[in-house]
């Protein structure tokens, strides 16, 4: 059964300079997070996640790392990551590429936030998973093309997408439909009855937003497709 109390995997850009409005949002978002009881997961790294980490820590929140790393000096020195800003730090030894699945296995809820190559694999398997997806608009990168990119896909798989260009209202609008509507189906691993819509159809959405088009429950796709 659903609580109050989510985890919320921060997906993004790891490297490269980020514009000074776009680390202050990621702050934000970690504020806001850890202000509604709930917990971040990132990937342990540097960029938009470690900024996102760090302001969940400003207020005294939970913040999870998941590490590519076999250890503390791994984590370090071959990937220069940051350890600063965790009370949990798991080392996966799983590599850059095998630490995308665990990290949002480990999610209830997923926001995109600028991002590369990784982002888009971490996108791609929350999408194709049926996931709840948040996206924090005009960070650039993956964020502001995945419209697009889910246009492009063409393929339904239950995964509900939020936008919002506004960190707190888009933890708050992903908390409120969480726990409302998407919890009951959180992931594909969950059977999907005859007839079940989801309420995101008929959804308002406060100013500034963009909605996808359209909002729906899939239907749960067969075994064979999952992986298309």
């Not at 370090?76 to 030894?93: C, H, K, N, Q, W």
């Not at 995308?100 to 999408?127: C, K, M, P, Q, W």
């Not at 005859?194 to 309420?199: C, D, I, K, R, V």
Request: proline share 6%.
């Amino acid at each position: 059964r659903a609580t109050g109390r989510l985890t919320i995997g921060v997906m993004g850009s790891a490297s490269g300079r980020q514009p000074q409005e776009t680390a202050l949002k990621m702050r934000q978002l970690g504020r806001a997070i850890a202000e509604r009881g709930h917990i971040i997961i990132t990937g342990a790294c540097p960029g938009l996640p470690y900024a996102a980490a760090r302001g969940a820590q400003e207020v005294g929140g939970m913040s999870i790392g998941i590490s590519p790393a076999l250890s503390l000096m791994e984590h370090e020195g071959r990937y220069g990551s940051p350890s600063d800003a965790y009370d949990v730090l798991i080392y996966t030894g799983s590599g850059l590429m095998g630490r995308e699945v665990l990290n949002i296995h480990s999610s209830d809820v997923i926001v995109i936030a600028g991002g590369r190559s990784g982002t888009l694999g971490e996108f791609a398997i929350a999408y194709d998973e049926g996931r709840l997806i948040g996206v924090l608009t005009g960070t650039d990168g993956i964020a502001d093309q995945v419209e697009e990119l889910v246009r492009i896909c063409r393929k339904d798989t239950g995964a509900v997408l939020l936008y919002d260009d506004d960190p707190t209202r888009l933890i708050e609008r992903l908390t409120e439909f969480f726990l409302n509507e998407h919890a009951a189906h959180p992931n594909c691993f969950f059977p999907w009855l005859p007839g079940e819509a989801s309420a995101a159809n008929s959804a308002e959405h406060p100013p500034d937003t963009v909605a996808a088009a359209p909002l729906k429950r899939a239907r749960r796709p067969r075994q064979s497709e999952e992986h298309a």
